[in-house]
């Protein structure tokens, strides 16, 4: 009664296009879910770009820190809607969403079930504020859930900077990120396979910081999992 109260007043809509929604579909409609497709193809082993005739232009620029990086999807306009989706009664169904596809992802195109701990990226403590959650966490959480992974919420904790990133130089914002993060407890991290989680990869950039605390603390294997790539 309640649910049904609650859909005349918020009528169930497509995340993305806005068509509502049938009985049987959720957040977005049949017709924008056949966009969802798995990354394929010629993909770096390391990092997981597309490869230009056979060389990667991101491992080129950037020695990453990680052993192997993945994402389930392209960065697509209906992956941008549910990443960025605000509606704040959403935002765990979104999480749980994404979450869902890549765990079959894993499991059908990566399949590594060596892992120690799923750790998300965290989110810095102003945005959290903003938007009230951080999403690599909810989808974090809920990944390990169903592929019977450990989940550590805060191995990795954000450092508060002071300055906003957007008036800051690009070298400026680099030093900016090497310096954001902290371990909360360096002996879980020894010997042990990490899978750290967010929600897209673009440079890498901030996963690569994790990645590069993790290594100085001797992790045996850093991998990235993230739903889009862009
Ligand atoms: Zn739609
Ligand atoms: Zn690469």
């Not at 959720?26 to 798995?38: G, K, M, P, R, Y």
């Not at 504020?129 to 859930?145: D, V």
């Not at 450990?150 to 030093?175: A, D, G, P, V, W």
């Amino acid at each position: 009664m309640l649910n049904r109260i609650f859909n005349l007043i918020f009528p169930r809509i497509c995340l993305h296009c806005g068509a509502n929604l049938k009985s049987n579909e959720d957040l977005i409609c049949a017709n924008c879910s056949e966009n969802l497709v798995f990354r394929k193809g010629d993909l770096c082993p390391k990092c997981n770009a597309v490869l230009k005739s056979n060389k990667c232009e991101m491992c080129d620029e950037i020695n990453y820190a990680f052993d192997k990086a993945f994402s389930a999807f392209k960065y697509s306009k209906v992956i941008k809607s549910l990443v960025h989706s605000i509606k704040y009664n959403e935002m765990k169904k979104v999480g749980k969403f994404l979450a869902v596809y890549m765990a079959k992802y894993w499991t059908n195109q990566v399949n590594i079930t060596d892992i120690d701990y799923v750790i998300p990226v965290p989110l810095h403590k102003v945005k959290k504020r903003m938007r009230g959650y951080n999403q690599a966490k909810l989808i974090g959480e809920h990944f390990a859930k169903l592929m019977n992974f450990n989940f550590e919420s805060s191995l990795i904790k954000r450092i508060n900077f002071t300055k906003t990133q957007t008036k800051l130089t690009k070298l400026q914002r680099e030093k900016n990120i090497k310096n954001a993060f902290e371990v909360s407890n360096a002996r879980k991290i020894k010997n042990k396979k990490i899978l750290i989680i967010d929600d897209v990869f673009t440079t890498g950039s901030t996963v690569n910081e994790i990645s590069e605390i993790l290594r100085n603390f001797n992790a045996d294997k850093i991998y990235v999992l993230t739903a889009a790539r862009a």
